[in-house]
């Protein structure tokens, strides 16, 4: 069953998705980090490295955001 998603994990996407570096990883925040947690595994990767944590989209998530642009 697919999980809609709310204004606000979209939100989260873009952001990843502004702020990613060469690599496709945006530097997230200890705040940030459970709330992404929560974010369905097959939209992100997410890794806590170095007191530090980071995601990036994975392909589907990556489909998603192509998706919303013409949404």
């Keep these: 069953m697919a999980i809609k998603l ?11 998705v502004k702020d990613a570096d060469a690599e496709g990883w945006t530097r997230i925040s200890k705040t940030v980090f459970p709330v ?10 997410l890794e806590w490295v170095n007191d530090e944590g980071r995601a990036r989209l994975t392909p589907k998530g990556q489909s998603i955001i192509d998706a919303m642009a013409w949404l």
Aim: charged share 25%; no cysteine; aromatic share 0%.
């Design 6 to 16: 709310n204004a606000g994990q979209k939100h989260l996407l873009r952001l990843i």
């Design 36 to 45: 992404l947690q929560e974010m369905p595994s097959e939209l992100i990767d």
